[in-house]
């Protein structure tokens, strides 16, 4: 497993923003919609392309094109739609599949509610959206679920991650598992509620308001 945090004035700008609780809901979104965009730049790395001949309006010449099968995005609903736009923005060929996961509350594990995603997904590079890496257990859920269906690789993108959760992807999926996590920061820690600290609170909540 591999962390990215991405080193960058205007992650770390927009970031504090989304931090500060005085920011309002609609700053809220478009502020992870355009650092979703940045950190996704750092995400697609290593997306695969193949070259392609064009001609430009000097002569021929050889460039590159996503290869397919095509990447898939996917969204851990509810506060990775929040992500979506500023993901497919970077990348608008990109299929998206949708996966919804809630924490049982007697077992304490993760559970699949909701999957909208190709049954094979063999040779696809993934990448999963889900803004708070915080005890990991849903990514961790998430990105074996996509790995059981054929993924090759799978690429989380957290607007923050929690050490806690960077261990537990680390133990669970080792050293060498073709799993990356790009992130705008490494947070000191997870409170006694599972909130990182020092975060920006709850995800969902800031981007679509508290449902009761
Ligand atoms: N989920 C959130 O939305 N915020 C946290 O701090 C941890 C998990």
Request: charged share 20%; with cysteine.
């Amino acid at each position: 497993m591999r962390l990215h945090v991405a080193d960058h004035p205007l992650v770390a700008h927009k970031l504090t923003a989304l931090r500060d609780k005085s920011t309002d809901s609609p700053t809220f979104r478009r502020l992870a919609d355009e650092l979703v965009t940045l950190l996704a730049y750092e995400a697609t790395r290593d997306v695969r392309v193949e070259p392609v001949d064009i001609v430009t309006p000097v002569c021929p010449t050889t460039g590159v094109r996503l290869s397919a099968p095509k990447p898939i995005v996917v969204p851990i609903l509810r506060a990775g739609l929040g992500m979506l736009d500023g993901m497919v923005r970077l990348l608008p060929t990109a299929e998206v599949g949708f996966l919804g996961m809630l924490r049982d509350e007697h077992t304490l594990q993760a559970m699949t509610y909701a999957t909208r995603l190709p049954e094979d997904l063999s040779g696809r590079q993934c990448f999963v959206l889900d803004p708070m890496l915080a005890t990991g257990g849903t990514l961790a859920a998430a990105i074996q679920f996509l790995f059981d269906r054929g993924a090759d690789d799978v690429t989380a993108i957290c607007l923050l991650a929690a050490p806690e959760g960077v261990d537990l992807l680390k133990s669970k999926f080792g050293q060498d598992a073709p799993v990356s996590v790009v992130t705008a920061s490494l947070d000191e820690r997870l409170n006694e509620h599972g909130y990182i600290v020092p975060g920006l609170g709850d995800a969902g909540d800031r981007l679509y308001g508290v449902v009761s």
